[in-house]
């Protein structure tokens, strides 16, 4: 549809209805005109006009999902401005956090007694009295990567340059462990979900009195997998990633619940469903050693204003500090050129695993979302493998796979192939409404170690053996 016959339905519903608004209007158009991207476009501007970005984007994102038409690219635009937007906003309100806690410890730090003054004689008593302790935290382990050529000596001081500079605000002494530099990912950054097979020493810091507690340095790249400091700081981090990993896959799921729903579930059962409202195979149950039962869940916590922030105490992380640069919901990332598929938070990549893709270009680009999550989808000879998940109703699918040699190449009609572990994997993790972006670009490949598997097992509920699909294989 072009402008001029949009701008009739508009004036046709406005003189049928004079009491209502342009969002009246907007809404009933995306209604009776669900692929009309132009459409969708001015319900996301009306929305955004109105202060609701969440809102705005959804509309954005539905608008990114019709065929190529007016204000398909304009749509396109107003939706990485928005999250251009929104993602300055975070930043700002970070630096404000920043720097009223280091506003918080200057004053300490400058107006406390010294360590020499005699305190009040009126508080002696209550010094006197052991004050409550404080659950700690689990040991906390951080992978970085370092350039590889340093010396061991230099990699020790730059390691304790991050160690000192990066996590003021820890009381609790930390494991650092530096890998070799990774192409395509940041230096003396977190790696959050990488799997540190080769690595070039391990730090552990205290933050308190700013001391290397213990440290081993080797000489060249390698597993040192006898190395006793360094076989404890693998298991502490193999721990500490699934919790991230089960926190995570939790807060997605209940972001894109309120984003298709408008409210937060009553309880985290209701993400595990049955089809065709499996957001989750199941909930994830915290380890052994993390001290509680189940996640805790506080949705009168939550901030439509700041839905995806304030996510942190709906779904708090626990044992562990957040990560220094935060979460942020899932999204999948295809690059048609290499035959990558990666599942990223925010610029953290969680998990990277190779696939096969359509031929002669069948394999759509832009943005999607799940739109189901089907258990053992049928079809003949098992062609779909153990998982599907659609992302246009149109046929096209991430699926497992009865072919794994067609994994790395383009054969299929549209479809994504991949390794049905690995479907599994992303079946996991991922819940219904989260994005998939699908380019042809030429996006980093570099050697992503991931870390140990993470499986949901799937439910009979989430099967559909009445229905005999015909995707895009």
Request: neutral net charge; hydrophobic residues 35%.
């Amino acid at each position: 549809m072009d402008k001029v016959s949009f701008l009739q339905e508009k004036s046709t519903f406005h003189m049928k209805h004079p009491d209502q608004s342009d969002l009246s209007f907007y809404r009933w158009f995306t209604v009776q005109h669900p692929d009309e991207a132009i459409g969708w476009y001015h319900l996301g501007r009306e929305r955004a006009a109105h202060g609701d970005r969440e809102q705005a984007l959804a509309a954005f994102r539905k608008a990114l999902h019709t065929k190529p038409g007016p204000y398909y690219n304009e749509a396109r635009e107003a939706y990485q401005e928005l999250l251009r937007e929104r993602k300055q906003e975070e930043w700002r309100k970070r630096a404000r956090l920043l720097f009223a806690s280091l506003l918080f410890l200057y004053v300490q730090f400058a107006f406390s007694p010294g360590p020499l003054t005699e305190p009040p004689r009126s508080s002696t008593a209550a010094a006197l009295q052991p004050s409550p302790a404080k659950a700690p935290f689990l040991p906390h382990v951080e992978v970085i990567a370092v350039p590889a050529n340093l010396s061991a000596a230099q990699r020790e001081v730059q390691v304790r340059r991050y160690a000192e500079s990066r996590r003021p605000s820890l009381a609790q002494p930390y494991t650092v462990i530096a890998v070799p530099e990774v192409a395509g990912a940041p230096l003396y950054t977190p790696l959050l979900f990488y799997q540190p097979k080769s690595v070039l020493g391990v730090m552990r810091y205290h933050p308190l009195n700013r001391t290397v507690i213990q440290q081993k340095w080797f000489d060249r790249p390698g597993t040192y997998d006898q190395d006793q400091m360094l076989r404890q700081a693998r298991a502490a981090l193999t721990k500490e990633q699934l919790v991230l990993e089960h926190v995570l896959t939790l807060r997605n799921a209940l972001y894109r619940y309120y984003q298709q729903k408008g409210s937060l579930p009553a309880g985290l059962s209701h993400l595990a469903g049955a089809y065709p409202g499996n957001y989750l195979p199941q909930i994830p149950v915290p380890p052994p050693g993390l001290g509680i039962l189940a996640y805790s869940y506080r949705p009168d916590l939550f901030s439509p204003e700041s839905a995806w922030e304030s996510m942190r105490d709906v779904l708090p992380l626990p044992g562990y500090p957040e990560p220094l640069i935060p979460l942020e919901p899932l999204q999948i990332h295809l690059s048609e050129s290499t035959h990558t598929l990666r599942l990223v938070s925010g610029t953290q990549v969680i998990r990277s695993y190779p696939v096969g893709i359509g031929k002669n270009g069948s394999t759509p680009e832009g943005y999607f979302t799940i739109l189901q999550k089907i258990n053992h989808p049928r079809g003949h000879d098992n062609i779909y493998g153990t998982r599907g998940m659609v992302f246009q109703s149109s046929g096209y699918a991430i699926h497992g796979t009865n072919h794994p040699e067609s994994i790395g190449t383009s054969v299929s009609l549209g479809c994504i192939r991949m390794l049905n572990a690995a479907v599994e994997e992303l079946y996991s993790f991922v819940s219904l409404g989260t994005e998939v972006i699908l380019s042809d670009s030429q996006a980093p490949v570099y050697p992503w170690s991931n870390p140990s598997p993470f499986v949901l097992e799937a439910r009979p509920e989430e099967e559909t053996p009445q229905v005999i699909y015909q995707w895009l294989h």
